[in-house]
């Protein structure tokens, strides 16, 4: 694939994936799946790592790649209300939602940044504490429709989406999105493309 079809192709995927974030929401972060950085504790094997303009894939092999996709404290104020939001994955998968051998998942994680006892905030807020991943939320590409495809047919890109609400404090925590691309067959095909977070306007 020439660059210019490669940069075209990014765009695309890009363009999918808001045009499926409901029509009040607001994207405040997204990331293509290039820019994540790999994690070296996922099963799958680095040279089966397949990296592209915008996506990531398995390149030979099974197992689980995992990548984490850092947010940026991206200028709003302490929250005191829990907002809703959309955190959305754009993929591939050939295996569909009736199959689960083969997904990509995206978790929304926070940790507290300093101990109780070296911060004036309540610990009630602190949650599980420093060194302590909580999990917020999570899209799952085998929570999404089905897509049946002849075999050999590549799968159509799709958005997971999952809806939640929370209060955002990049003051006491630290957030981050980790992909998950799991299948056990060399036949499978999974596809992390961009992942997002949206403000869900009401």
Request: hydrophobic residues 40%.
């Given at each position: 694939?020439?660059?210019?079809?490669?940069?075209?192709?990014?765009?695309?995927?890009?363009?999918?994936?808001?045009?499926?974030?409901?029509a009040?929401?607001?994207?405040?972060?997204?990331?293509?799946?290039?820019?994540?950085?790999?994690?070296?504790?996922?099963?799958?094997?680095?040279?089966?790592l397949k990296v592209?303009?915008?996506?990531?894939?398995?390149?030979?092999?099974?197992?689980?790649?995992?990548?984490?996709?850092?947010?940026?404290?991206?200028g709003?104020?302490?929250g005191?209300?829990?907002?809703?939001?959309?955190?959305?994955?754009?993929?591939?998968?050939?295996?569909?939602?009736?199959?689960?051998?083969?997904?990509?998942k995206?978790?929304?994680?926070?940790?507290?940044?300093?101990?109780?006892?070296?911060?004036?905030?309540?610990?009630?807020?602190?949650?599980?504490?420093?060194?302590?991943?909580?999990?917020?939320?999570?899209?799952?590409?085998?929570?999404?429709?089905?897509?049946?495809?002849p075999?050999?047919?590549?799968?159509?890109?799709?958005?997971?989406?999952?809806?939640?609400?929370?209060?955002?404090?990049?003051?006491?925590?630290?957030?981050?999105?980790h992909?998950?691309?799991?299948?056990?067959?060399?036949?499978?095909?999974?596809?992390?493309?961009?992942?997002?977070?949206?403000e869900?306007v009401?």
């Amino acid at each position: 694939m020439t660059p210019r079809l490669s940069a075209l192709f990014a765009a695309l995927c890009l363009l999918g994936a808001f045009s499926a974030v409901p029509a009040r929401a607001q994207v405040i972060w997204s990331m293509p799946g290039s820019t994540c950085a790999w994690d070296e504790d996922g099963s799958g094997e680095k040279s089966g790592l397949k990296v592209g303009l915008a996506s990531v894939q398995h390149k030979s092999g099974k197992g689980t790649i995992a990548l984490n996709c850092p947010i940026m404290n991206y200028g709003s104020a302490e929250g005191v209300e829990e907002e809703p939001w959309v955190l959305g994955l754009t993929y591939q998968d050939s295996t569909g939602p009736e199959n689960n051998k083969a997904s990509v998942k995206a978790q929304l994680y926070r940790m507290a940044l300093v101990a109780g006892g070296e911060t004036d905030v309540k610990p009630s807020r602190l949650g599980d504490g420093p060194g302590v991943p909580e999990l917020v939320a999570t899209a799952d590409s085998d929570e999404s429709g089905v897509d049946r495809r002849p075999t050999g047919e590549a799968p159509s890109i799709r958005t997971a989406l999952k809806f939640f609400n929370h209060t955002f404090d990049f003051e006491n925590f630290t957030y981050w999105v980790h992909v998950e691309l799991t299948r056990s067959a060399g036949n499978q095909t999974v596809v992390f493309h961009t992942v997002f977070l949206a403000e869900n306007v009401q």
